[in-house]
């Protein structure tokens, strides 16, 4: 959770606590930042990865008004926030709310070895004077204490359901108490609200479609080469693909990235058009080139790609 926030103050940036912002402060939201309260974007694309709020794997876009949740992390260029509410009433404090009470709380399987424990407790104390007695020697007494202590059955439990918690957190999984994953045992169908939460986390091309006599490999060299300079979620899909299948790519000059639409550039000497379909067909209007064709029937792809000679 962020503890300092950058806002605007008196023609001049200033970091500040989280405890010092109030609604209608303006706040610089950095690359790679975190979402430190609940706002609104004042202007620019706010592209913001929210899958620790929503599990959705792939960014949103948010222009000026729109709503934006703390807790999301910014993966495209910096934009300003207008704060709508103080940061302990924000999304992500909520959040953090809810994980300390699920470590406070205690499962039914921890108060039930706690009451066993302090019988457990005066059995052992029992059999410990009785070794004393009928032996006169302490140390059989100690011994007793030793290997019949509570203190394994006391913290096994709850130690066990800490480290549970602990693992899902790290897996992005939020388990609202102890009760919760104690049930978990006995659950044996899970039902899902919607779709499209349950995803591996990041992008996947499932297929490549060309219009030109270019083969589909170099259209996905020509295409990573270019998006080397971008950090965008799919951008760095299409890089990985590319390297994946050992393809050699080139250095891009002369990039220009238009924040979670699309990124223009050089590749090899060509103009290479990398982004979303109304981002590439804006650009091939402009620029005069032919423009782009369909397939009859293909999948929507999340970016294309045009190319023309230098």
């Known amino acids: 959770m962020p503890r300092t926030a950058v806002r605007h103050r008196d023609g001049r940036l200033e970091e500040v606590a989280l405890d010092l912002i109030v609604p209608g402060d303006r706040l610089l939201v ?56 103080p940061a302990a009433q924000s999304t992500y404090a909520g959040v953090i709310r809810l994980a300390e009470a699920a470590q406070r709380s205690r499962a039914p399987m921890s108060r039930l070895a706690d009451r066993y424990a302090i019988v457990f407790l005066a059995v052992t104390a029992v059999l410990a004077g009785a070794a004393w007695l009928f032996t006169g020697d302490p140390i059989r007494a100690v011994a007793v204490l030793v290997v019949a202590t509570p203190c394994p059955l006391i913290l096994a439990v709850p130690v066990a359901i800490v480290a549970g918690l602990s693992r899902a957190a790290k897996l992005s999984i939020l388990i609202k108490g102890g009760k919760a994953i104690e049930m978990l045992a006995q659950v044996r169908s899970l039902v899902i609200d919607k779709t499209g939460t349950l995803t591996r986390g990041q992008a996947k091309i499932v297929s490549i479609w060309v219009t030109d006599s270019i083969a589909p490999d170099e259209l996905l060299r020509i295409a990573a080469s270019l998006d080397q300079a971008s950090k965008h979620v799919i951008a760095q899909t299409i890089v990985a ?31 290479v058009m990398v982004g979303g379909a109304h981002f590439i067909a804006g650009k091939v209007a402009d620029s005069g080139l032919a423009t782009l064709g369909r397939p009859a029937r293909s999948p929507s792809p999340a970016r294309s790609t045009a190319s023309s000679p230098a």
């Open 30 to 85: 950095r690359q790679g930042d975190v979402v430190p309260v609940d706002g609104s974007v004042v202007e620019g694309v706010a592209v913001l990865d929210q899958s620790a709020l929503t599990g959705e794997s792939l960014p949103v876009q948010l222009r000026p008004g729109d709503a934006v949740l703390s807790g999301s992390t910014n993966v495209g260029d910096a934009f300003d926030l207008t704060a709508e509410r």
């Open 241 to 271: 693909e590319a390297r994946g299948k050992g393809l050699a790519l080139a250095v891009p000059s002369d990039v220009v990235e238009t924040p979670g639409e699309g990124i223009i550039g050089r590749v090899d000497g060509r103009l």
